[in-house]
């Protein structure tokens, strides 16, 4: 659990039950750090991975751009973020899932127990998301392999890794961070697998997505 925690809530009272509900769990008070109200708070912070609890019922900004920037500023970070219960459906966690957040806790009655038991997954490597959202992911990578993979072509393991965080909206520098790799050796793996899915960057493989 190398990560340090942090709130982000514009809800001075939702920061502190959201931390409060964090703090059952053994070892994760040490690890927080003052809650953030807004993006320019956690910029304070230069270069400092963490894992992020985005509140999203306070925050006024979209959950997935905004991790974007997050992991941009801090790479290694992770993000779990608290969605209401009226935008919790599959459709917004696959978005926001595709734009790289970690897991979800959707804000109904057990949401305290699951919050902690949620972030210590997240710090040990494992993402906190619904089987049906981690199926829908793999259905979305097939398609598009099964639609843009050229003729003769296949992937290997490491750039099948790749194109999963290539499809999470990571850049050359997040991806490297991420397989312990090189940033050097990660352009070399994205150019592979863009080149092999007939495509010129990374902006026409994320809208290819969007095609059924």
Known sequence: ???????????????????????????????????????????????YPRLFLLDGCSINLPLGPLSSRLRAHSPGSKFLALLPPDRSGESEMMLLFNWG???????????????????VA???GRPWVPSEVLLAFVKQMKALLDRQLLAGQSLTAREGQVLQLLFRH??????????????????????????????????NLLVSTLVD
């Open 170 to 203: 990571l850049t050359n520098k997040e991806i490297a961070h991420q397989l312990n790799i090189s940033e050097r050796t990660a352009k070399f793996h994205v150019s592979n697998v863009l080149s092999k899915l007939g495509l010129q960057n990374r902006r």
């Open 101 to 119: 957040i970690d897991g979800f806790v959707t804000l109904h009655k057990k949401w305290k127990t699951e919050l902690p038991k949620a972030a």
């Open 1 to 47: 659990m190398a990560l340090a925690l942090q709130v982000v809530s514009s809800h001075i009272l939702g920061a502190l039950d959201i931390e409060k509900a964090l703090s059952v769990q053994e070892g994760l008070v040490s690890l927080l750090v003052p809650h953030a109200a807004s993006e320019a708070d956690t910029l304070k912070r230069p270069n």
């Open 122 to 124: 997240l710090l040990r």
